[in-house]
């Protein structure tokens, strides 16, 4: 799967919220883990994870025009 980085600002553009999009036209989230007991108003099957991550990244991925 190939990588482009979309939106996400820190110094090593890794460690950080980020948003990414693929070459099989997805959108990969990198955030920051919600632990189980935050999950009380979500129904999370098995094999998915719910990440946290700014408004302003995505306010800065629709800047960018590649979402």
């Known amino acids: 799967m190939e990588l482009a ?3 996400g600002d ?3 553009r890794r460690t950080c919220p980020t948003l ?3 070459d099989r036209d997805t959108v990969l ?5 919600l632990p189980p ?6 129904a999370v099957p098995e ?4 990440v946290e991550i700014p408004k302003s990244l995505l306010q800065e991925a629709a800047r ?3 979402v």
């Not at 007991?37 to 979500?42: G, I, K, P, S």
């Not at 094999?47 to 719910?50: D, N």
């Open 5 to 7: 980085r979309i939106a």
């Open 47 to 50: 094999g998915e994870s719910v």
């Open 29 to 33: 989230v990198q955030g920051y883990e």
């Open 10 to 12: 820190c110094p090593d």
């Open 37 to 42: 007991e935050e999950h009380t108003r979500l």
């Open 64 to 66: 960018a025009d590649r």
């Open 20 to 22: 990414y999009e693929t």
